[in-house]
């Protein structure tokens, strides 16, 4: 039973180009959660979703980053036009149903560098 | 959303029993409490949860004051792959995310 898959686990990109960060949760898992880590500080909350809607959006910048969780394959974030204050791990988290009472399942991240 | 403190670091000696503190005063009679660790350069990983009694599983015990305004961690017998930040969260009724604050990052000694 597969935990919470992101890849790639290390992303390049020089600034002004995409990058494209995917999760593929827990098999079974509709409730996904993206969290933002820069440097030498803790966990920020950007986005939760459930298959194929935004439920909370309220830790997106407002500008170049999205997010979705289609029906059929993995959620993805995207972030347009990066810069350089964008190199952070980013990590995903999936759960079945609301947190709850319930474990959350954590991905090992995707560590995204500007260059 | 409930606040909490919890000291920013800890230290403790390989296979002696630590006690992570946690004050949540404002955390409300149907709040469960939930804890977290990141080890170095991984993804968080669940610990923990409780509501209103003692519980215990395989990596920890999570003691719940009768009041409900504090919680401890224990590990029984820290290991160096305990040495972690740990995050205590409280999770109201219809939390739709674990909102974490600054951990208090965990020192093993050998």
């Known amino acids: 039973n597969a935990g919470v898959m992101q890849n790639p686990r290390h992303l390049v990109r020089r600034r002004g180009q995409e990058a494209r960060l995917r999760c593929s949760p827990v098999?079974?898992?509709?409730?996904v959660y993206w969290y933002r880590q820069l440097p030498e500080e803790g966990l920020k909350f950007m986005v939760y979703l459930q298959k194929e809607n935004i439920i909370d959006e309220s830790g997106m910048p407002k500008e170049r980053f999205s997010a979705e969780f289609p029906k059929e394959g993995p959620s993805i974030l995207r972030i347009q036009q990066v810069v350089r204050g964008d190199s952070a791990a980013y990590f995903c988290?999936?759960?079945?149903?609301?947190?709850?009472?319930?474990?959350?399942?954590f991905g090992q991240g995707t560590r995204l560098t500007v260059v | 959303d409930a606040k909490t403190t919890q000291p920013n670091s800890m230290e403790s000696n390989e296979e002696e029993p630590v006690h992570l503190p946690c004050n949540h005063s404002t955390i409300s009679g149907t709040d469960y409490i939930h804890w977290y660790r990141q080890l170095p350069s991984q993804g968080p990983e669940y610990v923990i949860h409780?509501?209103?009694s003692n519980v215990n599983n395989r990596m920890a015990s999570l003691a719940i004051a009768e009041d409900r305004k504090s919680s401890t961690l224990i590990l029984h017998r820290a290991t160096l792959r305990d040495a972690a930040v740990y995050y205590c969260?409280?999770?109201?009724?219809?939390?739709?995310?674990?909102?974490f604050g600054q951990g208090t990052r965990l020192t093993i000694n050998p």
């Open positions: 409780g509501l209103t």
């Open positions: 969260i409280p999770l109201i009724q219809g939390a739709q995310k674990l909102v």
């Open positions: 098999k079974g898992h509709s409730h």
């Open positions: 988290a999936s759960s079945p149903r609301k947190l709850l009472g319930i474990e959350a399942f």
